[in-house]
């Protein structure tokens, strides 16, 4: 009797392969699927950058145009999940479960076959002895007494339950036929995607793929520094937290550093939450707690290479807080600044020093009693915490909802309410002002932290309870180096 194991084997194993080639193959498909390279445009120079949340299609890293309209570099792709609306996707997704349903079938059938090999070898001794007998009777049919007979039946009795284990064989050997052509099926169908998805190494082309993002990344942190034109629709990324908070993540350019923190209120506060990635905040996991030594006041902190800026609590004293070592490594007071809600921003909330990052450095925002409440702006120095230079916009603050810098520019929006538009620019580059009429969606009505982060170019809020981003658009002249 020939027992077809050697074939199960062979089947189970070329099963094994293309489910290994398919768990290989499919994540490089959907990492590829979708990106884009183009050119062309507008006249306007353009800088953007975009987390999207679970439910947008596609990220914007950066757009870019010289004075001539030669476009400079952009990349448009979507997110990693938004590949698997692909269709070939889905049938590959489709393919990988009826493999691993054959191979399921197979496994059940190889063990199946293993018991009853297992019988059949146990009963094969059983088996010669009625063979010796019967060839005995046949050559001598004399010898066959009726003792002789008998155990001759008894031994054939011991042999009926082979009969049941040979018909699941043969059922069995059918099933095992209907895989083998159910194999050959998929065979065909993956050879037909792999042919209209063209024959490439797909493991090279993503590594190809992530080289350009890396040089796209760069090219985009070499564009000039621009005046601000437009702001996008908000991305809402997360709701948690109270109506006042601030989040952030590292400001510094440049820097491979993906945390992000989050520091839920605005007066009296010590704990601030680190988040591995953008991913574990948008889903609140995955993060660490840090306990201030000193409590927060307001919502303008920042993070800047590494550590967190914040203003003391019931005091106008600036403390820089290194998360790695979790120590304080400076304490410094800004001259004349007010606080305790002495001159904050519309909202109220010890708004009083607002600290933000942009492409030139460290600031802080603020008031003094000399300057009769109006915005001041210093440039401080990250180390030391020294004010560089100091500049009065001749705006009141406590008419503004908020403000963040960009390329040395103080951008004011006129309300923290349903409404607001970005209503005044401060350059401090030429010591002057204009009036502005950006558009600005504030989507849950009440904003109580905006800033910039020049690493990934968008603007971070935190409103009513809500963390939200929005696109920036700059305009700007892109310099080269024959110029």
């Keep these: 009797m020939t027992v077809p194991l050697l074939k199960i084997g062979a089947v189970l194993s070329t099963m094994a392969m293309v489910t290994n080639w398919m768990s290989q193959t499919l994540p490089s498909l959907v990492g590829l699927n979708g990106t884009t390279l183009s ?3 507008t006249s306007e120079k353009i800088v953007s950058a975009l987390y999207p949340s679970s439910e947008e299609g596609w990220q914007i890293y950066s757009s870019a145009q ?8 952009t990349v448009v792709a979507p997110a990693q999940n938004m590949c698997n609306r692909d269709a070939r996707s889905k049938q590959l997704r489709l393919l990988m479960e009826k493999v691993q349903n054959i191979t399921q079938s197979m496994e059940v059938l190889d063990l199946r076959t293993y018991r009853d090999l297992q019988y059949v070898r146990n009963t094969e001794s059983l ?9 005995m009777a046949s050559d001598n049919p004399r010898s066959l007494n009726p003792k002789s007979f008998q155990e001759l039946k008894d031994k054939v009795t011991q042999l009926l339950p082979l009969l049941p284990v040979l018909e699941q064989y043969k059922s069995d050997a059918r099933m095992l036929g209907r895989l083998k052509e159910e194999v050959r ?5 993956l050879m037909a995607i792999q042919e209209e998805m063209g024959a490439y190494d797909y493991e090279e082309l993503r590594q190809r793929v992530l080289l350009l993002e890396t040089r796209l990344h760069s090219c985009m942190q070499k564009l000039g520094c621009g005046k601000l034109t437009g702001v996008s629709n908000p991305i809402t990324i997360r709701a948690s937290g109270s109506r006042f908070g601030s989040w952030m993540t590292d400001t510094m350019i440049p820097s491979s550093d993906n945390r992000v923190w989050s520091m839920d209120g ?6 601030v939450l680190e988040y591995r990635t953008m991913g574990d905040f948008t889903k609140g996991q995955n993060f660490v707690q840090h306990l201030l030594p000193h409590p927060w006041a307001g919502t303008g902190h920042v993070v800047y290479n590494g550590s967190l800026y914040y203003n003391k609590y019931q005091s106008n004293v600036v403390v820089k807080y290194h998360f790695r070592s ?3 490594l400076l304490q410094r007071s800004l001259p004349s600044a007010g606080y305790n809600n002495t001159f904050p921003y519309s909202w109220g909330g010890s708004s009083d020093i607002d600290l933000m990052a942009d492409e030139n450095g460290l600031w802080a925002v603020y008031t003094t009693i000399p300057n009769a409440g109006n915005i001041v702006i210093s440039r401080l120095e990250p180390q030391s915490l020294e004010v560089l230079q100091t500049w009065d916009t001749g705006f009141p603050k406590r008419s503004a909802g908020e403000a963040f810098m960009i390329c040395g520019t103080l951008y004011v929006t006129n309300s923290h309410l349903a409404g607001a538009k970005i209503y005044f620019a401060y350059y401090t ?5 204009e009036y502005t009429d950006i558009p600005f969606h504030n989507q849950y009505s009440h904003i109580s932290m905006l800033d910039y982060n020049p690493r990934e170019r968008v603007l971070y809020t935190w409103n009513n309870g809500h963390q939200v981003l929005y696109n920036v658009t ?3 002249v892109i310099k080269t180096s024959g110029d």
Excluded: A, I
Aim: charged share 25%; glycine share 10%.
């Design 66 to 73: 010289d004075v001539d309209g030669k476009c400079v570099c």
């Design 39 to 41: 050119s062309g445009g």
């Design 326 to 328: 979790r120590s304080v």
């Design 185 to 189: 099926n998929l065979s065909l169908v």
């Design 429 to 433: 580059n030429s010591s002057s002002y």
């Design 127 to 135: 088996m010669k002895t009625v063979d010796s007998r019967l060839k």
């Design 266 to 271: 605005y007066l009296k506060g010590r704990r």
């Design 474 to 476: 700059l305009f700007h």
